[in-house]
């Protein structure tokens, strides 16, 4: 907070910007480093996460391309709107 504003970030529930990008491409990093990026369709509580339009990386090289895939929310270590 600067000069008693709030910024944008600030103060923000990380569940309403997951609800806001549904429908829009994503990253999602896991923690063994392997990264999926598709469209997002569903998120929740426990940020298990619905893919569609998937592709897998790993180390940077596109390993595989999904129809849909489901990610358990223990194994993301972030998700980040492309």
Known sequence: MENGTATQAEGRDPSSFLTEIIGNPVTVKLNSGVIYKGELQSVDGYMN??????????????????????????????????
Do not use: Q
């Open 49 to 82: 996460i619905a893919l569609e339009k998937c592709e897998e990386h790993v180390n940077g090289t596109k390993k595989k391309s999904y129809g849909d895939a489901f990610v358990r929310g223990n194994n993301v270590m972030y998700i980040s709107a492309d």
